[in-house]
C-alpha cells in the first residue's frame, strides 16, 4: 500500500495528491492533523531521511524552533509527533519503504514508475 502523509492545505502536499490522483495511483492519504505520527514513523522517517525530518522553513518550526533545539532527540522525536506540522511533507511511504519527502515530480516518477 501506498501512503501519502502530510496536511490537506499544504501546496505541496496537494501537487503529490494531484499528482497521485490524475496517474490513477492508489494511495492512501493520511492526515497529521486527524492522525498525528506515531514515534515509531518518526524513527522510520528519520532513519531514511538522514535526520529528523523537520521542515525548518516553516512557520511551526519558526514559532517553536528555540524551544525544539533545546530538546535532547528523543523529546524531539515526541515534539514531532505532538507538533506534526514541522515535518518536512509530503512524505510518500510504500509499506515500511520512504519513497520521498516533499514533492518532486520526476522523483515520483521514478519511484512510482509512472
Avoid at 500500500?1 to 492545505?9: A, E, V
Avoid at 503529490?16 to 518518526?42: G, M, N, Q
Avoid at 532527540?73 to 506534526?84: I, T
Amino acid at each position: 500500500m501506498i501512503y501519502l502523509f502530510g496536511i490537506p492545505n499544504c501546496d505541496t502536499v496537494k501537487k503529490a495528491r494531484t499528482y497521485l490522483e490524475s496517474r490513477s495511483i492508489a494511495f492512501e492519504f493520511v492526515d497529521f492533523k486527524k492522525k498525528p505520527p506515531t514515534v515509531e514513523l518518526i524513527e522510520l522517517w528519520q532513519k531514511s531521511f538522514g535526520g529528523l525530518p523537520v521542515n525548518t522553513k516553516g512557520q511551526t518550526y519558526k514559532k517553536h524552533a528555540e524551544e525544539y533545539e533545546a530538546l535532547r532527540e528523543k523529546e524531539k522525536v515526541d515534539f514531532l509527533c505532538k507538533y506534526s506540522s514541522m515535518i518536512k511533507r509530503p512524505i510518500l511511504q510504500k509499506d515500511k519503504e520512504v519513497l520521498a519527502f516533499g514533492f518532486i515530480e520526476n522523483e515520483f516518477k521514478e519511484k512510482l514508475g509512472k
